[in-house]
């Protein structure tokens, strides 16, 4: 007998961040056309991954708060197939509210709250991209909750939802049946966890690769890497090191080599980099090469013997003392404890 998809509602306002909504819409419906193929574009047979079964798992709903098209702060318009305000959206399996500036407008967040309030106990699980959070704040449903959303308006949100308990530097936090991220793009990342919460690694990996997602991220990843640090904070001369220093992990990366890079002396490269970034640049190359270690751990097949050089150790046995020192458990526990195949 065929299953029947699972619906993922995704909630639209005048003036929503269009790709709060086809950000996650691409992935589910991605993900869908992979599942039902049997991934024969998804390309992990040969990894060893069992794929999920053979048929489509998800179909993407659009809701609108009223009836009628919306249009997103760039200017596209959408076209719902139900709306809040004609009380017609269907069972769901999954309710995202897309962010905007739209929902932080009295008449839009108060429609949406309200609606929240009264039928959220209907679906396995509700989810917020970036500032949609403002509308699932107001239902009073996350009250002392882990929640998160964009860091430029994290402080907002704390300050206006004191019950919420606000971490301004994640990327995706799941509490109980309720999931929240940051900004935009976050929305991505989120929406390929639910499919691997639902279906394992293998779909949501092959859904990833499918978008060309550079990586897929995991929830406890901070907003900010550090190599987007430096490039915010960087300039000049400087603007492309931090992308040159994470493609080349295992090579030298002292002081003299980085110096010649950029056409600088030994003496004014250090002076220049601990201005701009405040620390020396021997302690931002060990956070990028452990932080780096953090991300390919998660990746399937991944060996601390063939890590430890790809990173830039010496050995493993410095790469295990360094990881050890930075995160308090040693490589092997971390990914068993985070990657999709651990127990945490």
């Keep these: 007998m065929t299953r029947a998809p699972a619906l993922i509602g995704i909630i639209g306002y005048d003036d929503v961040n269009a790709l709060d909504v086809t950000g996650p819409a691409e ?4 993900a869908a056309d992979l599942a039902e193929g049997g ?16 048929h489509r798992p998800y179909r993407v709903v659009l809701i ?23 009380d017609d959206v269907p069972d769901l399996d999954t309710l995202i509210i897309a962010g905007g500036k739209g929902l932080r407008e009295p008449a839009t967040n108060g429609a949406v709250a309200h609606w929240l309030a009264d039928n959220a106990h209907r679906f396995r699980r509700v989810a917020s991209v970036c500032t ?9 449903l996350m009250d002392g909750r882990r929640v998160t959303t964009h860091w430029r308006h994290a402080a907002d949100l704390a300050r206006k939802f004191p019950a919420l308990r606000v971490c301004d530097d994640a990327l995706f936090l799941k509490d109980g049946p309720f999931y929240t991220s940051a900004g935009v793009t976050a929305g991505i990342d989120l929406a390929l966890s639910l499919v691997e919460e639902d279906h394992g690694p293998a779909l949501s990996l092959a859904t990833a690769r ?39 992990l295992d090579r030298d990366l002292s002081v003299d080599q980085l110096a010649t890079r950029v056409n600088l002396s030994p003496r004014q490269f250090r002076r220049r980099f601990i201005a701009a970034l405040g620390r020396p640049p021997a302690d931002y190359i060990a956070d990028v090469r452990l932080g780096e270690a953090c991300r390919r751990l998660l990746q399937p097949g991944t060996t601390v013997d ?27 526990q971390y990914q068993a404890h985070f990657s999709p195949a651990g127990t945490g």
């Design 27 to 30: 992935v589910f419906a991605n």
């Design 210 to 248: 499918e978008l060309v997602v550079f990586v897929k991220r995991p929830g406890g990843q901070a907003q900010f890497s550090e190599p987007l640090r430096f490039q915010s904070r960087a300039a000049d001369r400087f603007a492309d090191l931090s992308a040159w220093i994470l493609g080349n």
């Design 306 to 332: 063939a890590l430890a050089p790809a990173v830039g150790f010496r050995s493993a046995d410095a790469f295990r003392r360094a990881f050890r020192q930075r995160y308090g458990v040693s490589p092997s």
């Design 132 to 140: 949609g959070i403002y509308g699932l704040a107001a239902s009073g």
């Design 64 to 86: 609108g708060v009223a009836v009628g098209a919306f249009t997103s702060e760039s200017g596209i318009t959408f076209m719902p197939a139900n709306s809040l305000a004609a």
């Design 39 to 54: 991934l024969a574009e998804g390309g992990l047979a040969e990894a060893g991954q069992a794929g999920p079964p053979r």
